[in-house]
């Protein structure tokens, strides 16, 4: 069977990462496009309750399938019986054929004791593996949302820290000049730059999202 719907966006999404660029000075952090990574999670948070439905009605064919394997062992036994009674019928061998009855109707029961044991087995094994398959989805979704998060938190984090930096230099050289300027009242300076603290850089991980996110 051909890749799904699903794996297809979860194969695409490895792919938009792998096509972003580098983010400067760094081997590992990529710069990713939050508009399209968006579009490809949305589309897969779409597709995954059809896939877990198109499971959920292969798991539904175990009854299916019982019930067939059942009517055909009754068919079995019917049949057999049927042909019990014909058997009984003729007097001249009946001592024989009620022996000959006997022995057909367990065979048949064996029979269709072992086809309803077999059909349960394979209903049970599509049922599992059709669990199996939609847990693995949902971790796979888990994993590339994580991903996706964790990166969005780290480029933040990063814009966060160059501002800063920037913020002190540009801080650092207004001091520096103004000492120069006014080097008998350096303090008010040096006062205006303290007002930036560690605090006015603490944002809330929820500060850069979109709005309705």
């Given at each position: 069977m051909g890749a799904s719907r699903i794996e297809q966006l979860i194969e695409d999404i490895y792919e938009f990462v792998e096509s972003?660029?580098?983010?400067?000075?760094?081997?590992?952090?990529?710069?990713?496009?939050?508009?399209?990574?968006?579009?490809?999670?949305?589309?897969?948070?779409?597709?995954?309750?059809?896939?877990?439905?198109?499971?959920?009605?292969?798991?539904?064919?175990?009854?299916?399938?019982?019930?067939?394997?059942?009517e055909k062992a009754e068919n079995i036994l019917r049949q057999t019986?049927?042909?019990?009674?014909?058997?009984?019928?003729?007097?001249?061998?009946?001592?024989?054929?009620?022996?000959?009855?006997?022995?057909?109707?367990?065979?048949?029961?064996?029979?269709?004791?072992?086809?309803?044991?077999?059909?349960?087995?394979?209903?049970?094994?599509?049922?599992?593996g059709a669990l199996v398959y939609s847990n693995d989805v949902l971790t796979e979704v888990e994993r590339v949302l994580a991903n996706a998060y964790d990166t969005a938190i780290s480029r933040y984090d990063g814009f966060i820290g160059t501002l800063k930096s920037n913020l002190e230099i540009i801080n650092t050289n207004k001091r520096e000049l103004n000492d120069q300027l006014y080097p008998q009242e350096s303090g008010p300076a040096n006062v205006q730059a303290s007002d930036y603290d560690e605090g006015d850089f603490d944002f809330d991980e929820n500060t850069f999202m979109p709005d309705g996110e």
């Open positions: 972003c660029r580098m983010q400067p000075l760094s081997s590992t952090k990529v710069i990713v496009p939050k508009d399209e990574l968006y579009d490809l999670l949305d589309e897969l948070r779409l597709r995954t309750p059809d896939e877990i439905k198109r499971y959920q009605k292969i798991i539904s064919n175990r009854d299916a399938i019982i019930a067939d394997a059942e019986k049927d042909k019990a009674k014909d058997l009984l019928n003729e007097h001249e061998i009946m001592q024989q054929a009620y022996y000959q009855a006997n022995e057909m109707i367990m065979q048949a029961s064996e029979e269709a004791e072992r086809i309803r044991r077999e059909a349960s087995e394979e209903a049970d094994q599509i049922r599992t």
